[in-house]
């Protein structure tokens, strides 16, 4: 099919939730895309942050393909092996003593907002559900993940939302004690608030949050489904700020492409769901499983290192071309935020670049990169000669 025909089968038979950029993609590989006229397109955005190993990897292509073969699906009412060492080599590696698995990023949040309720509840009894979060946060689209999301502009149209939530400043401790009180439960936080505009919290920050959890027993609750799964250099972004969170939920790049998501429990709240209290048809489907383990197999130490190394290269490239439109750079590893000047709007620059052949994220009023985390030397410089040539 040509653009024009997929785009207006889209317009009609679609619900229009969407801006679409005006590019139907057809195929990938690595960091690299085609659409369906045989365009090619550096892939900035790894499907927003998802396909971690690119596209089309061979051996997250094999360990999809046998696991299809052998068992797609079969329900969580039996024990299967992919979902048991998925959650063990999340679990060794990051000392979280064990997961459920789920589907997405908000369903992941929605889990780990009814563990922290849970076991609130089991501990202390009724009447201290409430989670603090911050502001220009982003936990997801259900009812009860944006009622989490601390940015107004989400709090429309769907009344009633979910109670039980406050919100604070980031990186301001007395805003965080200003919301304080005995009906609490825990805090949850994004290390680097992602949609929010890649905007990482201070250390000294999180630090005094995790303190303050402790001394008024509240979970911590970090939610790392943009940050985790090797994006920012480390396996989990956690890992990089001294804290031992009380739960952990991920998904975008943990399946490298597939619908996987989940929650990480300490040793506290192993036990706080039992059979019944929680569950999901899809979740822990076998072939994401499957997926998840060769994805977390193929980021060892020296994976992680060069995600690093990417990032870094990246950012002094884009600061070196000193272009008019884009100012400074933030952000950890391959989750990258870049200033946009004032004259100039995110989502203009974005189409320009798409439609040179670069796709890229918008966050907050900036512009975000999330490639695949195995980019190469050449696709990155190919990426970098279209933003310059585009922006410059
Ligand atoms: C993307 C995202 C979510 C929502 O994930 P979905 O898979 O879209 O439901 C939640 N939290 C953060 C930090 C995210 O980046």
Same mark, same amino acid.
């Given at each position: 099919m040509t653009f024009e025909e997929i785009k207006n089968l889209d317009e /009609?038979?679609?619900?229009? @939730?969407?801006g679409r950029f005006p590019v139907a993609l057809d195929r990938g590989q690595g960091a690299t895309v085609w659409d369906v006229d045989g365009r =090619?397109?550096? $892939?900035? !955005?790894a499907g927003i942050g998802v &396909? @971690?190993?690119g596209h &089309? $990897? =061979?051996g997250w292509l094999k360990a999809v393909a046998g696991q299809a073969a052998k068992l797609a699906h079969i329900s969580n009412l039996f024990y299967t092996e992919p979902y048991a060492k998925a959650a063990q080599a999340l679990c060794t590696r990051t000392g979280m003593a064990n997961v459920m698995f789920g589907n997405s990023g908000a369903e992941a949040n929605e889990a780990m907002i009814k563990l922290a309720r849970k076991w609130s509840f089991d501990k202390y009894g009724k009447g201290r559900g409430t989670v603090i979060t911050l502001h220009n946060s982003f936990h997801g689209r259900t009812i009860t993940t944006l009622a &989490? !999301?601390?940015q107004d502009k989400f709090h429309n149209y769907f009344f009633p939302f979910t109670e039980g939530f406050r919100y604070a400043d980031a990186n301001d401790m007395d805003s965080v004690e200003a919301v304080a009180g005995h009906d609490v439960c825990a805090v949850m936080v994004e290390l680097i608030q992602g949609e929010g505009g890649v905007l990482p919290l201070e250390k000294e920050f999180v630090a005094k949050v995790a303190d303050l959890c402790a001394k008024r027993d509240w979970l911590l609750l970090?939610? =790392?489904? /943009?940050t985790g799964v090797g994006r920012t250099g480390t396996l989990f972004a956690f890992q990089q700020y001294d804290i031992q969170p009380d739960a952990v939920s991920f998904a975008k790049g943990i399946a490298g492409g597939l619908p996987f998501g989940g929650v990480m429990a300490n040793e506290k709240c192993r036990e706080v769901f039992t059979p019944g209290t929680h569950g999901t048809t899809f979740g822990g489907n076998p072939i994401a499983a499957a997926a998840a383990c060769h994805v977390l197999d193929r980021m060892d130490s020296g994976f992680l290192a060069q995600v690093e190394e990417k990032g870094a290269y990246l950012r002094a490239q884009i600061e070196e071309m000193g272009l008019p439109c884009l100012g400074r750079t933030r952000g950890m590893g391959l989750m990258i935020g870049v200033e946009v000047k004032e004259g100039w709007t995110n989502r203009d620059l974005a189409a320009k670049l798409i439609s040179s052949g670069l796709l890229v994220l918008t966050a907050g009023p900036g512009l975000r990169f999330l490639p695949p985390l195995t980019i190469t030397q050449e696709e990155m410089d190919k990426g970098l000669a279209i933003l310059k040539s585009t922006l410059g």
């Open positions: /009609q038979y679609v619900m229009h @939730s969407y =090619e397109y550096i $892939d900035f !955005t &396909a @971690s190993l &089309a $990897d =061979e &989490a !999301t601390g970090i939610d =790392e489904v /943009q």
